[in-house]
């Protein structure tokens, strides 16, 4: 089914007072690196996935409680649509062009979690000393990089140790151990990767906020990967979204003065 054809849930505020949006208008909002739209993509499907998602981004903004620009990472961040995916993949985001792509049909509702995967890559630089270009910082973190210092880095390290760690600090937490379970089941290294937990874990903390839109976030209560465990649960996931909660409001705070 095409995406102009299907229906996402969402009731968040009214961010266009029913205006039509457009990816051009979108880039211009945020100040996007740039915005790719494959060639085959429809216009009926462009101007379907614009509206969503300029709803999503706004809805975004308004759960991390920050402004544009941490949106698009200072402009830094590329988008693609349609174009630059990889077969079998609904979206990635891919570190040597500072860009995330979603494919045409399958890319809704993985929005939060390839913009976490940027934000971790952009962030890291800031967050850490002498670590290579391509590396998160959530895997410099339990590397043991040595860190910048600075309250906020101190937040985000916090959400680190909450989402791999268990509350005493020095084994595997619960999430982490199933994750390394389902990798050891089908012979890879992904799950347990420290990004893609901490990528799974900020889906959660979207999914749970106050705005719900299926287009940004969806799954991490009802899906198989929920159900095996490859989201925070109870206990775990409070404090993962009490632990985010309070880092993206000091960092919201700190880039909203700046405006």
Same mark, same amino acid.
């Given at each position: 089914?095409?995406?102009?054809?299907?229906?996402?849930?969402?009731?968040?505020?009214?961010?266009?007072?029913?205006?039509?949006?457009?990816?051009?208008?979108?880039?211009?909002? %945020?100040?996007?690196?740039?915005?790719?739209?494959?060639?085959?993509?429809?216009?009926?499907?462009?101007?379907?996935?614009?509206?969503?998602?300029?709803?999503?981004?706004?809805?975004?903004?308004?759960?991390?409680?920050?402004?544009?620009?941490?949106?698009?990472?200072?402009?830094?961040?590329?988008?693609?649509?349609?174009?630059?995916?990889?077969?079998?993949?609904?979206?990635?985001?891919?570190?040597?062009?500072?860009?995330?792509?979603?494919?045409?049909?399958?890319?809704?509702?993985?929005?939060?979690?390839?913009?976490?995967?940027? %934000?971790?890559?952009?962030?890291?630089?800031?967050?850490?000393?002498?670590?290579?270009?391509?590396? %998160?910082?959530?895997?410099?973190?339990?590397?043991?990089?040595?860190?910048?210092?600075?309250?906020?880095?101190?937040?985000?390290?916090?959400?680190? =140790?909450?989402?791999?760690?268990?509350?005493?600090?020095?084994?595997?937490?619960?999430?982490?151990?199933?994750?390394?379970?389902?990798?050891?089941?089908?012979?890879?290294?992904?799950?347990?990767?420290?990004?893609?937990?901490?990528?799974?874990?900020?889906?959660?903390?979207?999914?749970?906020?106050?705005?719900?839109?299926? %287009?940004?976030?969806?799954?991490?209560?009802?899906?198989?990967?929920?159900?095996?465990?490859?989201?925070?649960?109870?206990?775990?996931? =409070?404090?993962?979204?009490?632990?985010?909660?309070?880092?993206?409001?000091?960092?919201?705070?700190?880039?909203?003065?700046?405006?």
């Amino acid at each position: 089914m095409s995406i102009e054809a299907r229906g996402f849930y969402r009731n968040g505020p009214a961010h266009r007072q029913q205006q039509a949006s457009s990816f051009a208008l979108i880039r211009r909002q %945020f100040d996007f690196r740039s915005i790719e739209i494959g060639h085959w993509v429809t216009n009926a499907e462009r101007d379907r996935a614009a509206e969503l998602f300029h709803d999503a981004l706004c809805d975004l903004m308004l759960i991390l409680q920050g402004p544009e620009a941490l949106i698009s990472l200072r402009g830094s961040l590329a988008l693609q649509y349609g174009s630059g995916g990889r077969p079998g993949v609904a979206a990635h985001y891919i570190p040597s062009q500072r860009s995330f792509a979603l494919a045409k049909n399958a890319g809704p509702g993985s929005i939060a979690h390839e913009w976490f995967h940027a %934000f971790d890559h952009y962030v890291a630089k800031k967050c850490f000393r002498n670590i290579h270009h391509d590396i %998160f910082a959530s895997a410099a973190w339990l590397a043991n990089s040595p860190p910048i210092p600075h309250p906020l880095n101190q937040l985000l390290m916090h959400c680190f =140790k909450t989402i791999l760690l268990r509350p005493q600090g020095d084994q595997p937490s619960e999430l982490f151990q199933h994750s390394v379970q389902m990798d050891r089941k089908l012979g890879q290294l992904y799950y347990s990767k420290p990004e893609e937990l901490c990528a799974r874990a900020f889906e959660a903390f979207v999914q749970d906020a106050s705005i719900t839109n299926h %287009f940004l976030v969806k799954g991490t209560k009802a899906s198989p990967e929920a159900e095996m465990g490859l989201y925070p649960q109870g206990e775990q996931r =409070k404090q993962i979204n009490i632990a985010f909660g309070r880092y993206f409001e000091g960092l919201g705070k700190a880039l909203n003065r700046e405006t």
